[in-house]
């Protein structure tokens, strides 16, 4: 198996989409919680995204497609948080049920959209139907020569009207393609969680495989050590995505541990050492 993890989404949330509630949480953290994942710091995110799942993310209704969208961007952070951390089978279970909810959203969202739009195609034709017969109307009186005052209301009050309905028409075509466009919007999600799971099942069939085929655990552990490390053109997140999940199968590997501790930027040797001792202070004569 090549050194190459399944891609997460890290999908950002659309603006339109964001309200209140879990979704006012996921836009304010978003940016927060990629930047220390960015650092390497997994348990942190991991310990928030998580939280948020087990406390708010339960009162969520399904019937509120926003809510629900911001729900699957919390559990996409939480697996990225896990693969990082790597306990790449946590990430998996939380892609599982991004993906899930994705699709319910979207399933969701068609009911919804559906009502909508019979009830605004209805008032088209209502709408359209009235403008031609005041455009029928108005073109017959402009035709005559002369109006009188009870016509030239009449022509006020067409012109008016005829406006209204053109403002009502143009609201609701834009409301019809606002339906279209959040729809797709969502499918795309769906689609997108559910071929990264599928992805991520596999890889973690493959490493099973893989494990299974290795003498011992602590070898299976030096072979890929070996490769992630000759690898050094993949992303950072990648490789300690990697160490940490060799670590997980191999905890007491030294070698694994430093080349974990040199992608974060320290020396697990250091605090083994003992502090140097200050160098002795050379007497100086007295003078008299």
């Not at 995110?45 to 497609?65: C, K, M, P, W």
């Not at 017959?140 to 005829?162: H, N, V």
């Not at 080349?259 to 200050?278: C, H, I, Q, R, Y």
Request: proline share 4%.
């Amino acid at each position: 198996m090549r050194f190459v993890l399944p891609a997460l989404l890290a999908l950002a949330l659309a603006q339109p989409l964001l309200g209140q509630g879990v979704k006012e949480r996921v836009k304010d953290s978003y940016r927060t919680w990629n930047a220390l994942l960015e650092r390497g710091d997994a348990q942190t995110v991991r310990g928030i995204t998580e939280g948020l799942l087990s406390r708010e993310a339960l009162t969520v209704s399904t019937a509120d497609y926003g809510e629900m969208q911001a729900v699957v961007a919390l559990r996409d952070v939480a697996a990225r948080a896990c693969v990082l951390d790597g306990s790449w089978e946590e990430g998996v279970a939380h892609l599982q049920k991004a993906a899930l909810a994705a699709a319910d959203n979207l399933t969701v969202f068609q009911g919804t959209a559906n009502r909508i739009r019979k009830e605004h195609d209805a008032s088209l034709v209502g709408w359209r139907t009235a403008m031609a017969d005041h455009e029928q109307r108005l073109k017959e009186l402009e035709a005559l020569p002369g109006l009188t005052e009870a016509q030239m209301k009449l022509r006020a009050q067409l012109r008016t009207s005829l406006e209204e309905h053109r403002a009502a028409v143009a609201h609701s075509e834009w409301a019809l393609k606002e339906l279209d466009l959040v729809a797709a919007q969502l499918q795309k999600e769906r689609d997108t969680y559910a071929a990264s799971l599928a992805s991520w099942q596999a890889f973690l069939d493959k490493e099973k495989e893989e494990r299974e085929a290795s003498a011992t655990p602590a070898q299976f552990v030096a072979d890929k050590l070996l490769q992630v490390k000759m690898d050094d053109a993949r992303p950072r997140f990648e490789r300690l995505a990697y160490g940490r999940r060799l670590l997980r199968i191999d905890p007491a590997n030294e070698d694994v541990k430093r080349f974990v501790a040199a992608l974060m930027g320290s020396d697990p040797s250091d605090e083994d050492e003992p502090a140097p001792k200050p160098a002795p202070r050379k007497k100086t004569r007295s003078k008299r």
